[in-house]
Each structure stands twice: as C-alpha cells, then as structure tokens.
C-alpha cells in the first residue's frame, strides 16, 4: 500500500518504520530534515512538503504534537491552505496524534464534506511500543473506515480497538491518561508514607502488587528508584514519558470535563500535582519522576 507519513518524531519514527518493515511503499514528511535521512535510511521515500508525501497515497498517517499541528496540517493556517484542499484522491486519513475530541471531530467533518474519511485513532504504549509494533490504538470515526485502516494498525500495534464515532479515540485515551496521572501520583504517595515509616520500597511495592492496591505503576513502571531495573525510576527518569506529555493529557481532560461539565476532582488533583512538579523544571523527566515531589530524602 502507499502510505504518506507525517511526523517522524519519537513516536512517529519507530511507527513509520514498521510500516516499511511490513512491507508497504512509504513516503514520510517532517519538519525536521535529520528525521526524514533516517528514516531513508529505512527504506522510505521522503518528500519536500506534506503535500508532496500525500500525492498519489492511499493511505495518511500523521503523527503530531498537539491538535494545532493536526489542524493546521488538514486545514490550513495563516492564510496556507490545508492537506483536505489540495488532496487529489480520496485517501484514508489516520491521525494517531493525541488531541482533543473537538479538534477530531472538527477535521473528521471537513473531511466527510470532501468524500474523505478521517479517524482519529490516538495510541497508548510509549516510545517501547512503537518501536515493537505492540501500541494500543484507540480509534474513533466509522465502522467500514476502521475495517479499512485495520491493516495498516495492525503493522505498528497488537490491541485496536474502536471506540465510538469520530473522537470518541480521542475520548477513551484522555480518560486513559487520567486515570494513569492519577494512578501514578497515588502509588508515589503511598510508597513515600511507607519509606518514611520504616519500610524498604522494593518490599512494600511487592506487598502491594499482590494485594488491593495493585495497578500498573507498580507492576511495570515502579516509580522508585532502584525497586524496578527497568523503569525509568531507575535511569534517573530518562526517556519514558515526559512530565510535560502527561501535563498535555490532563489538560486535555479538564478541557473535556469543562465541556461537559463533568466533575473530575482526582483528575484535577494529579494534574495539580504534575503542574507543580513541571513548574520546578521537571518536563522533560519521565512522568513517574512525580515521586520526587512527595520526598526531599529521596536518592537524587
Ligand atoms: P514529538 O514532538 O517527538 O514529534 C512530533 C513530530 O512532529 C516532530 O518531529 C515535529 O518536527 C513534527 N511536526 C510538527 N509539525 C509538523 C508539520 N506541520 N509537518 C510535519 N511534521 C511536523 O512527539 P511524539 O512523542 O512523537 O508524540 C506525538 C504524539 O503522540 C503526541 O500527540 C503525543 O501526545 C502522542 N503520544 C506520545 C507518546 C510518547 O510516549 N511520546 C505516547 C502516546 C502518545
């Protein structure tokens, strides 16, 4: 199949290369030069402009920060016009950025009106995910697009699901990533309560993996250093998934909950919690580095 794909970055590189992998015809796009030699390394074609990649595809994949670049990308701003006016064919559009619903469904719709479909179909699993070709796509739009794209899905994830209609993708990863914030920052608190009373972490997160408070962070993301070996904990929370990432979903969800005027008090809590790490310049560490915000007698 001929696939444009734009947005090579952390995630988009590995998943761009699964495609090559599995066997499809690639041209990739990005803003950034070094990227594209990359993935020509690969064995992909890269392209002066998105609009360039696009021509002649099948099938679009875009992988982007937020959903500024994804509109901007479709719709065009500051007087350029967007991908959806130019495009000759009707190709299948994937946007695996994550964003809010609003922006999907705003792209979704300017599509349908030009005979194209749109599916927002955010991911979950990490940069280790997209490199393995095991991500979890969450995907949100129609029915028959989604049997379409579920070939080129299954080249870069193991788990994908359909949501609802168009961004209701984007609804469920949102959802996802609050529960994560708040899972993350709730084992942090307990395991800081527990060393602070006398108790060995690597002990008390065993304790609690087997019992009621079990959850993911202490299954395979412990966030104290030392307990799990591989967990970014453990390499002084390099790599992984940035703070300033996790900060971007929660806003996300308190946008949504705005919207719908839903209460979400422990979203907001753990948002609170990754805003004030983020504000002591901890972005850029992965998101279990969280831990450092409830001990100053923590191993730096
Ligand atoms: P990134 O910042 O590493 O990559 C984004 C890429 O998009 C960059 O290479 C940038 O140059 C490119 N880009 C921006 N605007 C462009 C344009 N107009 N045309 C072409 N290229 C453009 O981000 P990432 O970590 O790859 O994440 C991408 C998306 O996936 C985000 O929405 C993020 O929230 C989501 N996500 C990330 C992770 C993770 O662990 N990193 C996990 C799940 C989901």
Redesign the pocket.
Known sequence: MHIAF???????SPMAINLVKAGHDVTV????ES?MRQLESEGARSASS?MEAVHGAEVIVS????GV?VR??YLGREGQAGLLDQIDGQPLIID????APEDARIVAEAARQRGIEFLDA??????GG?KAGTLTFIVGGPEAAFQQARPVLEAMGKNIFLAGEAGAGQVAKICNNMLLGILMSGTAEALALGVRNGLDPATLSEIMKQSSGGNWALNVYNPWPGVMENAPASKDYQG???VD?MM??LGLAWDLALDSKAAVPMGSEARNLFALHAAQGNGRLDFSSIQRLYRSDMPE
């Open positions: 734009i947005g090579l970055g952390n995630m988009g796009f990005d803003l950034v990227s998105a992988m982007l920060p937020a670049h901007g990308l695996a950025s994550t964003i955010p991911v979950s699993g990490g940069v997209a992984g998934f940035l990432l971007k979903d």
